[in-house]
């Protein structure tokens, strides 16, 4: 059973950070492109943060460079999202996201999303 579990939500103030977590089981995560996507009521989700398999390569929105940082421990089977200074503009619903192939074909798994909310 495909599992994506995120964590580290909550409420902080505007200048603080966060750090997100999202445990993956249920398939090979290290052959998986993760991401993040964050999504407010009334809007489409927005992708964040995306980093490839291996870890070696990496991408943000224009909104979140220099602030957020996507890591990856393939050992852990987690991807995290470490944000800092972070903003009222932040506050949304945080996805983890996987992208990969199963039995030859293109798959994508959603986590159930944490809650980031920056106000003071």
């Known amino acids: 059973q495909v599992q994506l579990v995120e964590s580290g939500g909550g409420l902080v103030q505007p200048g603080g950070s966060l750090r997100l977590s999202c445990a993956a089981s249920g398939f090979t995560f290290s052959s998986y492109a993760m991401s993040w996507y964050r999504q407010v009521p009334g809007k489409e989700r927005e992708l964040v943060a995306a980093i490839t398999s291996a870890g070696g390569s990496t991408n943000y929105a224009d909104s979140v460079k220099g602030r957020f940082t996507i890591s990856r421990d393939n050992a852990k089977n987690t991807v995290y999202l470490q944000m800092n200074s972070l903003k009222p503009e932040d506050t949304a619903v945080y996805y983890c996201?996987?992208?990969?192939?199963?039995?030859?074909?293109?798959?994508?798994?959603w986590g159930q999303g944490t809650q980031v909310t920056v106000s003071s």
């Open positions: 996201n996987a992208k990969g192939r199963r039995w030859g074909l293109p798959v994508v798994y």
